[in-house]
C-alpha cells in the first residue's frame, strides 16, 4: 500500500517572493522610464537645434547661385566680350544603369561623333560620379527640340541653360582678350590658396589669358544663394530666400576695334604684330598678333583634334607675338643709342666720320659690313639715323662698351617687362658681362659689342618694349606703363584709371633729345631717309625708325640672298614711329618675320595704320562738330 505524500503551502513565503519580484520589475522599468525620459530630454532639449538643423538639411538646400559675368567694351562703346545663352547636355553617372547603352543611344539622337565622346569619358575620369558632366557643351535649338521630345529615355540626362561667353570679333581679339574655360584641378588648387573657392562654387568658367585673366577678379563678381525646401525625392517645391550675386564688373579697354581690324587687315595672314600706343597716356590702341585663332573653342571645351593643330603649328598662333615674340630690335634703336652717346658725352651733335662701307678695329682681321656695300661717306649722328648708317653705330658701339650700353638701354626697359595688364609677357634679352657668362660660361668680347651697336647679337626685344621705349623718347624720358585697361563702367560712366609711369630718364642736356628726334624725322623726310618712299604725301608729319633683322649670320665673303635661304631664315622687317611729329600722340612698333627689309615691308604698313587712325579721328571729330 502506497502512501500519498501531502505538501503544506507557505503562504507568507510565497507572498514576500512575489512582493519581491514586482518590487525588481517595478524597479526595472522605472529605470527603463527613466532612460526614456532622460534620453528624450537630450534629444529634445539639450540637442534641439542640432537636430532641427539636421532637419532641416532633410527639406531645404542652400545652392548657390554664379554672378553674371562682367561685359567688356573697346573705348568707343563697342561690345567685345558678352555673355550669351546655351545649352548643353548634362549626365550624371550615378543615376544611369547603363552608361555605355545611354551613349550609344544618345550618339544615334543627336550625331554625336567618337571624339565628343572621348573627350566626355576624359572630363568623366576628373570629376565625382554625383556630378553632372556636360557631353554636348553647346546644342543648337534642333538638338534641344529633339532631345526634349525624348528625354523620358534617358534618366540621368538632362539639358541645362546657362550663360557663355562670346567673343563677336574672333581672332582679332584673341591675344588682347584672351578667353574664359571650364575650372580645372589648376585653377582650383590656385582658388583654394588664395581662399576664394565658395566664391566659385556656380561658376563654370575662369579666366585663362589675357585681360579675362588678369582683371578675373573684377569680371567675376560675387556669388549668390538660394535657399529651397524640397521633398523627399530632391526637387525644388519653393524657394524659401534669395540672396543675389553681384554681377562682375563692365571694363572699358583703351583698344579701338577699328584700329584692330584695320591691323588685322593689314597684315593677313603674316607672321608678325603691330602694337599701337597713345604717347600721352600709355594706353595700348592696337596690339594685334598674327596668325591668330578663334577663341570662342576654347570657351566650350576645344576638341583635342583641333587643339593639336594650333600647338603643331609652324606658325605658332597660340603665341602673342606683340608682347611674346623676342626679336634683335636691329636699326630701330639707333635713336636710343645715339641719344645714350650725346647724354654721356660719348659723341656729340657735331660727331663726324667717313663710312666707306666696312669698320675694322685695328689688329683685329674681322671686317663689319654697312648694310650699303660702298657706304655712306661723311656722316655725323642726325644723318647717321636718317640713312642707318651701321659704320657709325658700330663706332659708337666700341667707344661706349657693353657696361654703359647695358646700362643705359635697361632705363629705356630693355631687358625688364613693360608692365602691361597682361600675364603673357616676355622680358627679352639685354646682354652684358654677367649674362654671357652665366648664361654660355664665356667672357664678353668686343666683336659682341659692335654687333650689339647694330640691335643684332644677342640683343632681343618684344614689339611691346619697342613701342613703350620710342613712346619714352618721344615723351623725353618720362616712361609709361601700357595699359589695356582704361577703366571701369559704373551706372553707364566710365571711371578711368589713373595713367602708371615708370622711373623716368634723367635728362642732362634737352638739345640731344631734340636732336634724336629731328633725326628720326629726316628719316621720313630727307631724301636719303630709309622711310621716305613709305610715308610720301601724308597729311601728317610723323617720324620714325626703319629696321631689318639678320635672323642667321652671313659669312664675310658671302652676299645676302633672300631667295637662296630657307623662308625662316630671312630677315625681319621692324620698324617704329610717331605722328604728328610737333604734337605726338600716336606711336607704333611693328615686327613681320622673315618679310625682308623695314623700309620697304614694315613701313608701308605702319604708314596705312597711321593713315586709317588719324582719317578715322577726323570723321569722328566732323561728326562732333
Given at each position: 500500500?502506497?502512501?500519498?505524500?501531502?505538501?503544506?503551502?507557505?503562504?507568507?513565503?510565497?507572498?514576500?517572493?512575489?512582493?519581491?519580484?514586482?518590487?525588481?520589475?517595478?524597479?526595472?522599468?522605472?529605470?527603463?522610464?527613466?532612460?526614456?525620459?532622460?534620453?528624450?530630454?537630450?534629444?529634445?532639449?539639450?540637442?534641439?537645434?542640432?537636430?532641427?538643423?539636421?532637419?532641416?538639411?532633410?527639406?531645404?538646400?542652400?545652392?548657390?547661385?554664379?554672378?553674371?559675368?562682367?561685359?567688356?567694351?573697346?573705348?568707343?562703346?563697342?561690345?567685345?566680350?558678352?555673355?550669351?545663352?546655351?545649352?548643353?547636355?548634362?549626365?550624371?553617372?550615378?543615376?544611369?544603369?547603363?552608361?555605355?547603352?545611354?551613349?550609344?543611344?544618345?550618339?544615334?539622337?543627336?550625331?554625336?561623333?567618337?571624339?565628343?565622346?572621348?573627350?566626355?569619358?576624359?572630363?568623366?575620369?576628373?570629376?565625382?560620379?554625383?556630378?553632372?558632366v556636360s557631353l554636348l557643351k553647346r546644342l543648337s535649338n534642333q538638338e534641344v527640340s529633339i532631345f526634349s521630345a525624348n528625354q523620358y529615355r534617358f534618366p540621368g540626362v538632362s539639358i541645362e541653360a546657362r550663360l557663355a561667353r562670346f567673343y563677336p570679333y574672333g581672332s582679332a581679339l584673341?591675344?588682347?582678350?584672351?578667353?574664359?574655360?571650364?575650372?580645372?584641378?589648376?585653377?582650383?588648387?590656385?582658388?583654394?590658396?588664395?581662399?576664394?573657392?565658395?566664391?566659385?562654387?556656380?561658376?563654370?568658367?575662369?579666366?585663362?589669358?589675357?585681360?579675362?585673366?588678369?582683371?578675373?577678379?573684377?569680371?567675376?563678381?560675387?556669388?549668390?544663394?538660394?535657399?529651397?525646401?524640397?521633398?523627399?525625392?530632391?526637387?525644388?517645391?519653393?524657394?524659401?530666400?534669395?540672396?543675389?550675386?553681384?554681377?562682375?564688373?563692365?571694363?572699358?579697354?583703351?583698344?579701338?576695334?577699328?584700329?584692330?581690324?584695320?591691323?588685322?587687315?593689314?597684315?593677313?595672314?603674316?607672321?608678325?604684330?603691330?602694337?599701337?600706343?597713345?604717347?600721352?597716356?600709355?594706353?595700348?590702341?592696337?596690339?594685334?598678333?598674327?596668325?591668330?585663332?578663334?577663341?570662342?573653342?576654347?570657351?566650350?571645351?576645344?576638341?583635342?583634334?583641333?587643339?593639336?593643330?594650333?600647338?603643331?603649328?609652324?606658325?605658332?598662333?597660340?603665341?602673342?607675338?606683340?608682347?611674346?615674340?623676342?626679336?634683335?630690335?636691329?636699326?630701330?634703336?639707333?635713336?636710343?643709342?645715339?641719344?645714350?652717346?650725346?647724354?654721356?658725352?660719348?659723341?656729340?651733335?657735331?660727331?663726324?666720320?667717313?663710312?666707306?662701307?666696312?669698320?675694322?678695329?685695328?689688329?683685329?682681321?674681322?671686317?663689319?659690313?654697312?648694310?650699303?656695300?660702298?657706304?655712306?661717306?661723311?656722316?655725323?649722328?642726325?644723318?647717321?639715323?636718317?640713312?642707318?648708317?651701321?659704320?657709325?653705330?658700330?663706332?659708337?658701339?666700341?667707344?661706349?662698351?657693353?657696361?654703359?650700353?647695358?646700362?643705359?638701354?635697361?632705363?629705356?626697359?630693355?631687358?625688364?617687362?613693360?608692365?602691361?595688364?597682361?600675364?603673357?609677357?616676355?622680358?627679352?634679352?639685354?646682354?652684358?658681362?654677367?649674362?654671357?657668362?652665366?648664361?654660355?660660361?664665356?667672357?664678353?668680347?668686343?666683336?659682341?659689342?659692335?654687333?650689339?651697336?647694330?640691335?643684332?647679337?644677342?640683343?632681343?626685344?618684344?614689339?611691346?618694349?619697342?613701342?613703350?621705349?620710342?613712346?619714352?623718347?618721344?615723351?623725353?624720358?618720362?616712361?609709361?606703363?601700357?595699359?589695356?585697361?582704361?577703366?571701369?563702367?559704373?551706372?553707364?560712366?566710365?571711371?578711368?584709371?589713373?595713367?602708371?609711369?615708370?622711373?623716368?630718364?634723367?635728362?642732362?642736356?634737352?638739345?640731344?633729345?631734340?636732336?634724336?628726334?629731328?633725326?628720326?624725322?629726316?628719316?621720313?623726310?630727307?631724301?636719303?631717309?630709309?622711310?621716305?618712299?613709305?610715308?610720301?604725301?601724308?597729311?601728317?608729319?610723323?617720324?620714325?625708325?626703319?629696321?631689318?633683322?639678320?635672323?642667321?649670320?652671313?659669312?664675310?665673303?658671302?652676299?645676302?640672298?633672300?631667295?637662296?635661304?630657307?623662308?625662316?631664315?630671312?630677315?625681319?622687317?621692324?620698324?617704329?614711329?610717331?605722328?604728328?611729329?610737333?604734337?605726338?600722340?600716336?606711336?607704333?612698333?611693328?615686327?613681320?618675320?622673315?618679310?625682308?627689309?623695314?623700309?620697304?615691308?614694315?613701313?608701308?604698313?605702319?604708314?596705312?595704320?597711321?593713315?586709317?587712325?588719324?582719317?578715322?579721328k577726323t570723321q569722328q571729330l566732323s561728326k562732333h562738330d
Amino acid at each position: 500500500m502506497r502512501f500519498q505524500r501531502i505538501t503544506i503551502k507557505d503562504h507568507t513565503a510565497e507572498a514576500n517572493l512575489f512582493a519581491r519580484r514586482c518590487f525588481i520589475a517595478i524597479l526595472f522599468v522605472a529605470v527603463l522610464m527613466t532612460l526614456l525620459i532622460s534620453n528624450l530630454y537630450y534629444l529634445q532639449i539639450e540637442r534641439y537645434e542640432d537636430y532641427q538643423t539636421r532637419s532641416n538639411g532633410n527639406r531645404i538646400k542652400v545652392l548657390p547661385v554664379a554672378p553674371n559675368r562682367g561685359l567688356i567694351f573697346d573705348r568707343n562703346g563697342v561690345l567685345l566680350a558678352e555673355n550669351k545663352p546655351v545649352f548643353s547636355l548634362d549626365i550624371i553617372p550615378e543615376e544611369i544603369e547603363n552608361l555605355e547603352q545611354t551613349l550609344a543611344d544618345l550618339s544615334v539622337l543627336l550625331n554625336i561623333d567618337k571624339d565628343q565622346i572621348d573627350d566626355f569619358k576624359d572630363d568623366l575620369k576628373k570629376q565625382r560620379r554625383f556630378k553632372p558632366v556636360s557631353l554636348l557643351k553647346r546644342l543648337s535649338n534642333q538638338e534641344v527640340s529633339i532631345f526634349s521630345a525624348n528625354q523620358y529615355r534617358f534618366p540621368g540626362v538632362s539639358i541645362e541653360a546657362r550663360l557663355a561667353r562670346f567673343y563677336p570679333y574672333g581672332s582679332a581679339l584673341t591675344h588682347v582678350l584672351g578667353y574664359v574655360a571650364r575650372i580645372n584641378k589648376k585653377d582650383l588648387q590656385k582658388l583654394s590658396e588664395a581662399g576664394l573657392v565658395a566664391n566659385y562654387a556656380a561658376t563654370h568658367d575662369i579666366g585663362k589669358l589675357g585681360i579675362e585673366k588678369f582683371h578675373e577678379d573684377k569680371l567675376h563678381g560675387e556669388v549668390g544663394y538660394q535657399e529651397v525646401e524640397i521633398n523627399s525625392k530632391g526637387r525644388i517645391i519653393r524657394t524659401l530666400n534669395f540672396q543675389p550675386p553681384i554681377p562682375g564688373q563692365d571694363l572699358v579697354l583703351n583698344i579701338d576695334i577699328n584700329l584692330q581690324l584695320e591691323a588685322q587687315k593689314l597684315l593677313n595672314g603674316k607672321r608678325g604684330s603691330i602694337v599701337a600706343m597713345d604717347t600721352q597716356t600709355g594706353g595700348v590702341l592696337a596690339l594685334y598678333s598674327s596668325p591668330s585663332y578663334d577663341p570662342n573653342y576654347f570657351v566650350h571645351g576645344i576638341s583635342s583634334k583641333r587643339y593639336k593643330v594650333l600647338l603643331d603649328s609652324k606658325d605658332r598662333p597660340l603665341i602673342n607675338r606683340a608682347t611674346q615674340g623676342q626679336y634683335p630690335p636691329a636699326s630701330t634703336i639707333k635713336p636710343h643709342l645715339a641719344l645714350a652717346g650725346l647724354e654721356k658725352g660719348v659723341i656729340s651733335a657735331e660727331t663726324r666720320m667717313f663710312d666707306n662701307g666696312k669698320y675694322q678695329l685695328k689688329n683685329v682681321s674681322h671686317v663689319w659690313r654697312d648694310w650699303v656695300p660702298w657706304g655712306h661717306g661723311w656722316v655725323d649722328v642726325k644723318k647717321s639715323v636718317e640713312v642707318s648708317c651701321d659704320y657709325f653705330f658700330y663706332d659708337l658701339a666700341y667707344r661706349m662698351g657693353i657696361d654703359q650700353i647695358s646700362e643705359t638701354m635697361s632705363e629705356f626697359g630693355f631687358g625688364d617687362y613693360t608692365g602691361i595688364d597682361l600675364y603673357e609677357e616676355s622680358d627679352g634679352n639685354m646682354p652684358s658681362r654677367g649674362w654671357k657668362r652665366a648664361r654660355f660660361n664665356e667672357p664678353w668680347y668686343i666683336g659682341d659689342t659692335i654687333s650689339v651697336g647694330i640691335g643684332q647679337s644677342y640683343w632681343t626685344a618684344t614689339p611691346l618694349q619697342l613701342a613703350q621705349s620710342v613712346t619714352t623718347i618721344v615723351n623725353k624720358g618720362r616712361r609709361l606703363v601700357p595699359q589695356v585697361l582704361s577703366g571701369k563702367m559704373i551706372n553707364g560712366k566710365i571711371s578711368i584709371e589713373p595713367e602708371k609711369e615708370l622711373r623716368p630718364i634723367a635728362i642732362i642736356n634737352e638739345d640731344n633729345w631734340d636732336l634724336v628726334l629731328s633725326s628720326m624725322l629726316g628719316v621720313i623726310e630727307e631724301e636719303h631717309g630709309t622711310g621716305r618712299t613709305a610715308f610720301k604725301d601724308t597729311d601728317y608729319r610723323s617720324a620714325g625708325k626703319t629696321g631689318t633683322a639678320q635672323v642667321v649670320s652671313i659669312a664675310q665673303d658671302a652676299e645676302y640672298d633672300a631667295d637662296s635661304l630657307k623662308e625662316e631664315h630671312r630677315d625681319n622687317a621692324m620698324y617704329v614711329g610717331y605722328a604728328p611729329y610737333d604734337t605726338p600722340e600716336f606711336s607704333v612698333a611693328l615686327a613681320l618675320e622673315n618679310a625682308g627689309g623695314g623700309g620697304s615691308q614694315a613701313a608701308p604698313i605702319a604708314r596705312n595704320l597711321m593713315d586709317y587712325y588719324f582719317e578715322n579721328k577726323t570723321q569722328q571729330l566732323s561728326k562732333h562738330d
